[in-house]
Protein backbone atom coordinates (compact mmCIF):
# COMPACT_ATOMS: atom_id res chain seq x y z
CA UNK A 1 0.00 0.00 0.00
CA UNK A 2 3.12 2.34 0.93
CA UNK A 3 4.43 1.54 -2.18
CA UNK A 4 0.97 2.85 -4.16
CA UNK A 5 0.72 5.74 -2.53
CA UNK A 6 4.74 6.83 -2.84
CA UNK A 7 3.66 6.13 -6.80
CA UNK A 8 0.44 8.61 -6.47
CA UNK A 9 2.50 11.17 -4.74
CA UNK A 10 5.28 10.89 -6.87
CA UNK A 11 3.04 11.53 -10.03
CA UNK A 12 1.32 14.19 -8.43
CA UNK A 13 4.60 15.93 -8.37
CA UNK A 14 5.09 15.44 -11.89
CA UNK A 15 1.63 16.78 -12.93
CA UNK A 16 2.57 19.43 -10.81
CA UNK A 17 5.67 19.94 -12.20
CA UNK A 18 4.40 20.25 -16.09
CA UNK A 19 1.45 22.57 -15.28
CA UNK A 20 3.88 24.88 -13.58
CA UNK A 21 5.38 24.81 -16.86
CA UNK A 22 2.99 25.07 -19.23
CA UNK A 23 0.98 28.10 -17.10
CA UNK A 24 4.82 29.68 -17.29
CA UNK A 25 5.46 29.36 -21.07
CA UNK A 26 1.50 30.62 -21.56
CA UNK A 27 2.54 33.65 -19.50
CA UNK A 28 5.58 33.94 -21.44
CA UNK A 29 3.74 33.74 -24.81
CA UNK A 30 0.80 36.24 -24.10
CA UNK A 31 3.56 38.70 -22.61
CA UNK A 32 5.49 38.30 -26.40
CA UNK A 33 1.86 38.75 -28.26
CA UNK A 34 1.53 41.80 -25.64
CA UNK A 35 4.41 43.69 -26.87
CA UNK A 36 3.58 42.42 -30.30
CA UNK A 37 0.57 44.78 -30.25
CA UNK A 38 1.95 47.60 -28.18
CA UNK A 39 0.36 50.73 -30.72
CA UNK A 40 4.24 52.54 -29.79
CA UNK A 41 6.34 49.64 -31.25
CA UNK A 42 8.98 50.33 -33.67
CA UNK A 43 8.24 54.31 -33.61
CA UNK A 44 11.00 56.29 -35.19
CA UNK A 45 12.34 58.01 -32.56
CA UNK A 46 12.39 61.10 -34.99
CA UNK A 47 8.33 61.34 -34.41
CA UNK A 48 8.75 60.41 -30.97
CA UNK A 49 8.45 63.62 -28.10
CA UNK A 50 9.47 63.38 -24.57
CA UNK A 51 11.69 60.54 -23.43
CA UNK A 52 10.67 57.05 -23.10
CA UNK A 53 11.23 56.69 -18.78
CA UNK A 54 7.63 58.89 -18.76
CA UNK A 55 4.66 57.42 -16.95
CA UNK A 56 2.29 58.31 -20.32
CA UNK A 57 2.79 57.11 -23.55
CA UNK A 58 0.16 58.57 -26.11
CA UNK A 59 0.45 57.21 -29.55
CA UNK A 60 -0.95 58.98 -32.42
CA UNK A 61 -2.32 57.29 -35.62
CA UNK A 62 -2.99 60.72 -37.96
CA UNK A 63 -3.73 61.16 -41.51
CA UNK A 64 -2.55 64.57 -43.10
CA UNK A 65 -4.98 64.70 -45.24
CA UNK B 1 1.50 68.13 -23.93
CA UNK B 2 3.38 71.45 -22.11
CA UNK B 3 1.38 71.19 -19.15
CA UNK B 4 2.12 67.75 -18.78
CA UNK B 5 5.90 68.26 -19.97
CA UNK B 6 8.67 65.63 -18.12
CA UNK B 7 5.42 63.22 -17.39
CA UNK B 8 4.16 62.39 -21.32
CA UNK B 9 5.55 61.33 -24.41
CA UNK B 10 4.09 61.60 -27.98
CA UNK B 11 4.51 59.12 -30.41
CA UNK B 12 3.25 59.77 -34.19
CA UNK B 13 2.36 56.98 -36.19
CA UNK B 14 1.12 56.91 -39.90
CA UNK B 15 -2.13 55.73 -40.87
CA UNK B 16 -3.40 57.30 -44.54
CA UNK B 17 -6.72 56.68 -45.28
CA UNK B 18 -7.27 54.79 -48.38
CA UNK B 19 -9.68 57.67 -49.58
CA UNK B 20 -7.31 60.24 -48.97
CA UNK B 21 -5.39 59.80 -52.41
CA UNK B 22 -2.44 62.42 -51.43
CA UNK B 23 -1.91 61.61 -47.84
CA UNK B 24 0.52 58.54 -48.21
CA UNK B 25 3.00 60.60 -50.37
CA UNK B 26 2.78 63.04 -47.64
CA UNK B 27 3.47 60.53 -45.08
CA UNK B 28 6.27 59.31 -47.12
CA UNK B 29 7.32 63.44 -47.49
CA UNK B 30 7.17 63.38 -43.24
CA UNK B 31 9.16 60.52 -42.82
CA UNK B 32 11.72 62.00 -45.14
CA UNK B 33 11.64 65.10 -42.87
CA UNK B 34 12.33 63.18 -40.47
CA UNK B 35 14.75 61.08 -41.82
CA UNK B 36 16.91 64.80 -42.36
CA UNK B 37 15.97 65.44 -38.85
CA UNK B 38 13.14 67.94 -38.99
CA UNK B 39 9.83 66.23 -38.70
CA UNK B 40 8.03 67.89 -36.32
CA UNK B 41 8.07 71.63 -37.81
CA UNK B 42 7.11 69.56 -41.73
CA UNK B 43 4.34 67.57 -39.74
CA UNK B 44 2.79 70.46 -38.47
CA UNK B 45 3.36 72.35 -42.02
CA UNK B 46 1.88 69.43 -43.70
CA UNK B 47 -1.54 69.57 -41.49
CA UNK B 48 -1.08 73.77 -41.87
CA UNK B 49 -0.96 72.87 -45.84
CA UNK B 50 -3.86 70.57 -46.16
CA UNK B 51 -5.02 69.50 -48.37
CA UNK B 52 -2.51 70.92 -50.60
CA UNK B 53 -0.36 67.68 -50.83
CA UNK B 54 1.12 67.54 -54.78
CA UNK B 55 4.77 67.04 -55.04
CA UNK B 56 5.21 70.74 -55.72
CA UNK B 57 3.69 71.55 -52.46
CA UNK B 58 5.51 68.61 -50.52
CA UNK B 59 8.77 70.17 -51.73
CA UNK B 60 7.93 73.90 -51.05
CA UNK B 61 6.60 72.81 -47.76
CA UNK B 62 10.74 71.04 -47.03
CA UNK B 63 12.33 74.19 -48.33
CA UNK B 64 10.34 76.33 -45.59
CA UNK B 65 10.93 74.23 -42.68
CA UNK B 66 15.04 74.07 -43.67
CA UNK B 67 15.09 70.61 -45.08
CA UNK B 68 17.82 70.19 -48.12
CA UNK B 69 15.79 70.10 -51.07
CA UNK B 70 17.61 67.88 -53.28
CA UNK B 71 18.40 65.08 -50.89
CA UNK B 72 14.19 65.81 -49.88
CA UNK B 73 13.61 65.25 -53.21
CA UNK B 74 15.63 62.04 -53.75
CA UNK B 75 14.31 60.57 -50.91
CA UNK B 76 10.22 61.50 -51.97
CA UNK B 77 11.44 60.27 -55.60
CA UNK B 78 12.81 57.14 -54.30
CA UNK B 79 9.83 56.16 -52.12
CA UNK B 80 12.14 55.94 -49.56
CA UNK B 81 9.95 55.12 -46.68
CA UNK B 82 6.58 53.65 -48.29
CA UNK B 83 7.64 50.20 -46.60
CA UNK B 84 7.81 52.01 -42.99
CA UNK B 85 4.25 53.94 -43.83
CA UNK B 86 3.20 50.60 -44.65
CA UNK B 87 4.38 49.01 -41.53
CA UNK B 88 2.63 51.53 -39.51
CA UNK B 89 -0.65 51.34 -41.39
CA UNK B 90 -0.44 47.41 -40.80
CA UNK B 91 0.20 47.58 -36.86
CA UNK B 92 -2.90 49.65 -37.06
CA UNK B 93 -5.23 47.63 -38.79
CA UNK B 94 -3.68 44.91 -36.40
CA UNK B 95 -4.90 47.27 -33.11
CA UNK B 96 -8.36 47.60 -34.93
CA UNK B 97 -7.73 51.37 -35.90
CA UNK B 98 -10.08 52.32 -38.72
CA UNK B 99 -10.32 56.30 -38.44
CA UNK B 100 -8.26 59.17 -37.62
CA UNK B 101 -7.27 60.13 -35.46
CA UNK B 102 -7.30 57.30 -33.25
CA UNK B 103 -5.09 57.57 -29.68
CA UNK B 104 -3.77 55.29 -27.60
CA UNK B 105 -3.21 56.61 -24.45
CA UNK B 106 -1.44 53.82 -22.35
CA UNK B 107 -2.38 51.65 -24.44
CA UNK B 108 -6.50 53.03 -23.81
CA UNK B 109 -8.06 53.75 -27.29
CA UNK B 110 -9.18 57.42 -27.94
CA UNK B 111 -10.73 57.48 -31.40
CA UNK B 112 -11.66 60.84 -33.08
CA UNK B 113 -10.73 64.63 -32.44
CA UNK B 114 -12.26 65.23 -28.79
CA UNK B 115 -12.02 68.70 -26.77
CA UNK B 116 -8.79 69.06 -24.37
CA UNK B 117 -10.90 68.51 -21.58
CA UNK B 118 -11.12 64.61 -22.33
CA UNK B 119 -7.50 64.36 -23.16
CA UNK B 120 -6.21 66.23 -19.66
CA UNK B 121 -8.97 63.49 -18.30
CA UNK B 122 -7.66 60.50 -19.75
CA UNK B 123 -4.21 61.82 -19.20
CA UNK B 124 -4.54 62.74 -15.59
CA UNK B 125 -6.41 59.00 -15.21
CA UNK B 126 -3.25 57.27 -16.55
CA UNK B 127 -1.05 59.54 -14.66
CA UNK B 128 -3.11 58.77 -11.33
CA UNK B 129 -2.77 54.83 -12.17
CA UNK B 130 1.05 54.92 -12.92
CA UNK B 131 2.02 55.93 -9.23
Known amino acids: MNGVRVRVARRSGVYTIWTACLLALAAVLAGDVAAQTAPELGADPAMVKGPATVPVTIVEFSDYQ | MKDYDGRVRLVFKDFPLPSHALARPAHEAARCAA ?13 A ?14 VETGLPRAAFERCIDERRF ?11 RELGVRSTPTFFINGRPLVGAHPVETFRKVIDDALKAAR
Request: charged share 30%; hydrophobic share 40%; aromatic share 16%.
Open chain 2, 35 to 47: SLGRFWPYHDRLF
Open chain 2, 49 to 62: GQPDFGRDDLVRYA
Open chain 2, 82 to 92: ASAVEADVAKA
